[in-house]
């Protein structure tokens, strides 16, 4: 047995700086040199390594010292303390870059780049952000048997900005209201009720589909789309583009819309002119200045009484009244204008008695077929084939018929609904030439002279005209 003093001449034991690695080396070597595993395990101990020991390794050194002459041996591990995980916070929908829209692919393969594939939009009480809190971590173990401590997961706090809620335990974030998450440069989470487009809507912006209101500094070009849960302001004009609003829809500018897309809201549709639109108003449509051979609808009135006032060409279709300056003009451009019924109405009424007309054709030509095949039975002429025709032709006869008598009623009632014209009114603030078509109800007059100052009104199974107060 090697003695004491001479394993500790010959051996050194070495720490890593962490103090998880203890590694024995040979400060002096000699061939002559021997030990046993036991030695070894009290000489490290009296080096104070008390933990990890490799207790394998150390009969190997014993056995083959001549194999370590030249290596530092690791013969024992502590562990790593593992560290705490940080707490996060997670935003579930991310700020999304309106000023690069993602173009998406058409059914047929071509790239729409007016599309807008995300603008963050959120309803009220729906989770936008959630918290995962920290993780402690665990302790390690140096090589000397001593703690070292996990550096804990550090805390994560919400950020808030407007109009988001945070739940009690402080681990979900919510939006107060139906808008879109802005993250501000502070890091802040808001959901903002309004969209802003700082110019027009073209390819930079794309196509837009918010839940709340939209703000357009700018003009809305042809061809592209603005939806909106509320409502839409237009600082500059539209063109043959596509807005739709739950709410209502103000356009500075005016609409010219070269017989191209549509102006559409729940409420009111208000601007200074219109040229080659289709607007449609759940309740008013209003104009200061011009409507001109445009299609307009409005389940209430039509308002188009300002400077000039002017309403030319086309067909104007309101619920309850119109009011303008000037209808027509001297070279009799023919200007239909319709009043009495919601406008949807009488458009379902005038594609009811096209349906009719179309079953009333099929009904007459199933009656010739079933006549003849008729004739044919009566003198036994007719063939197995005949005979499934005829069956055949029989059942059509009765669901066409059926199909028919629907129709009528429908017809009927609203029918019934245009009879009710208490509120139907045109009034004329100037003029109306001759070439106007007046439609109240289900009574239609035609102007031939020029009038000025005129209103026009349902009375006694008539429209009546009559001066304008």
């Not at 959120?122 to 809190?133: C, D, F, L």
């Not at 002429?381 to 029989?394: E, G, I």
Request: with cysteine; hydrophobic share 35%; charged share 25%.
């Amino acid at each position: 047995m090697t003695d004491l003093i001479t394993l500790e001449s010959y051996l050194t034991v070495i720490i890593s700086d962490d103090k998880t690695i203890a590694f024995l080396q040979f400060s002096k070597q000699d061939d002559n040199f021997k030990c046993t595993r036991d030695e070894l395990e009290k000489f490290i101990q009296r080096n104070n390594i008390k933990y990890g020991i490799e207790l394998s390794t150390l009969q190997q050194f014993a056995d083959h010292p001549e194999q370590f002459y030249h290596t530092r041996t690791p013969i024992a591990y502590g562990e790593k303390p593992v560290h705490g995980i940080n707490a996060s916070i997670e935003i579930l929908m991310g700020d999304s870059d309106e000023k690069n829209p993602v173009s998406m692919e058409t059914e047929q393969g071509k790239v729409d780049l007016k599309e807008v594939r995300n603008l963050n939009n959120v309803r009220k009480g729906q989770i936008i952000a959630k918290r995962t809190p920290p993780e402690p971590g665990i302790n390690g173990m140096t090589v000397t048997n001593e703690v070292i401590a996990f550096k804990p997961g550090k805390e994560a706090h919400f950020k808030l900005g407007k109009n988001v809620v945070v739940n009690g335990e402080q681990t979900a974030m919510y939006a107060a209201i139906d808008g879109m998450i802005t993250i501000t440069d502070n890091k802040k989470v808001n959901v903002f009720p309004i969209y802003e487009v700082n110019g027009d809507v073209d390819y930079s912006v794309g196509n837009i589909d918010f839940v709340g209101n939209v703000i357009i500094r700018g003009n809305v070009l042809t061809g592209f789309r603005v939806k909106s849960a509320g409502d839409i302001r237009v600082i500059g004009g539209v063109e043959g583009a596509e807005l739709d609003a739950e709410g209502s829809i103000d356009i500075s500018g005016g609409i010219i819309g070269y017989n191209k897309g549509h102006v559409r809201a729940n409420q009111q549709v208000k601007c200074s002119f219109i040229q080659e639109g289709n607007v449609f108003a759940g309740g008013e449509v209003v104009v200061s200045q011009s409507i001109m051979h445009s299609n307009i609808r409005a389940g209430k009135n039509i308002i188009c009484n300002g400077t000039k006032g002017l309403i030319v060409g086309g067909s104007i279709q309101a619920g309850e009244r119109v009011i303008a300056r000037t209808v027509g003009n001297s070279m009799s451009t023919v200007t239909n204008i319709e009043v009495g019924v919601v406008p949807e109405l009488r458009n379902e009424l005038a594609d009811l008695r096209n349906q009719l007309k179309l079953q009333i054709d099929n009904v007459e030509k199933t009656d010739k077929a079933l006549n003849l095949l008729n004739q044919l039975a009566s003198t036994g002429q007719l063939s197995p084939d005949k005979v499934a025709m005829r069956v055949k032709l029989n059942s059509a006869q009765k669901a066409q018929i059926k199909v028919q008598s629907q129709i009528k009623e429908r017809i009927l009632e609203i029918e019934k609904s245009l009879e009710d014209t208490n509120k139907a009114r045109i009034d004329i603030i100037r003029t109306i030439y001759g070439g106007s078509k007046i439609v109240i109800g289900r009574y239609t007059r035609f102007v031939k002279d020029t009038s000025e100052r005129v209103s026009f009104y349902y009375s006694d199974g008539d429209i009546s005209m009559v001066p304008y107060i």
